[in-house]
T-cell receptor, first 116, second 119 residues
Framework: AAGVIQSPRHLIKEKRETATLKCYPI?????VYWYQQGPGQDPQFLIS???????DKGSIPDRFSAQQFSDYHSELNMSSLELGDSALYFC???????????????FGPGTRLTVL | AQTVTQSQPEMSVQEAETVTLSCTYD???????LFWYKQPPSRQMILVIR??????QNATENRFSVNFQKAAKSFSLKISDSQLGDAAMYFC????????????????FGKGTHLIIQP
């Protein structure tokens, strides 16, 4: 079965640089979520989108922004990167309507961001 | 705000034996879902099992089953016939359901339990 696709899988940036992470949800999933997982931590919810509209917002820094496009893929834009932004960033998708069990989030493999 | 508590940072079990991982949560919502996710060393987050709060019957997926005690707000995971491939970090997670207005809400995770399988 098709899974959530994230790119790139690994990213190395310098402090104060910008980064863009991409997420392609499972086909026919209309909702995407972004999570940040620091070393030895549980995943922390950042933001979610349903039908291209922001749905829920968690502990996302003001330096970060995200959007969902007409093909349902999503991008997380991170600016003025800090050392503390080094983490594993997960995208997850779910189907609010239609296929699959509702309210179940399926996670991508994650993007490992290292800020030097 | 919802909270999820996993009181066991680490558990160890002999291969082929049974182990139970504990999770408690706190919520005032009526419609919600509970999940167990597994995170092996690859760090992929893999869904193990889910439970709808409105269902009294405990969910089961092959060797994995839950003991859902709604009144006590407890949601434990039982792994039977433990296998070496079960070694991972296990996260309990809470999600608000669509009927509570939370269909696209983020999940709240517990701190995780590191499960070690001894051969």
């Amino acid at each position: 079965a098709a899974g959530v696709i994230q790119s790139p899988r690994h990213l190395i940036k310098e402090k104060r640089e910008t980064a863009t992470l991409k997420c392609y949800p499972i086909p026919r999933h209309d909702t995407v979520y972004w999570y940040q997982q620091g070393p030895g931590q549980d995943p922390q919810f950042l933001i979610s989108f349903y039908e291209k509209m922001q749905s829920d917002k968690g502990s996302i820094p003001d330096r970060f922004s995200a959007q969902q496009f007409s093909d349902y893929h999503s991008e997380l834009n991170m600016s003025s990167l800090e050392l503390g932004d080094s983490a594993l960033y997960f995208c997850a998708s779910s189907a609010m309507t239609g296929t699959g069990p509702p309210d179940t989030q399926y996670f991508g493999p994650g993007t490992r961001l290292t800020v030097l | 705000a919802q909270t999820v508590t996993q009181s066991q940072p680490e558990m160890s079990v002999q291969e082929a034996e049974t182990v139970t991982l504990s999770c408690t949560y706190d919520t005032s919502e009526s419609d919600y879902y509970l999940f167990w996710y597994k995170q092996p060393p690859s760090r992929q987050m893999i869904l193990v099992i889910r439970q709808e709060a409105y269902k009294q019957q405990n969910a089961t997926e092959n060797r994995f089953s839950v003991n859902f005690q709604k009144a006590a707000k407890s949601f434990s995971l039982k792994i039977s016939d433990s296998q070496l491939g079960d070694a991972a970090m296990y996260f309990c997670a809470y999600g608000r359901g669509s009927l509570s207005g939370g269909g696209a809400d983020g999940l709240t995770f517990g701190k995780g339990t590191h499960l070690i399988i001894q051969p």
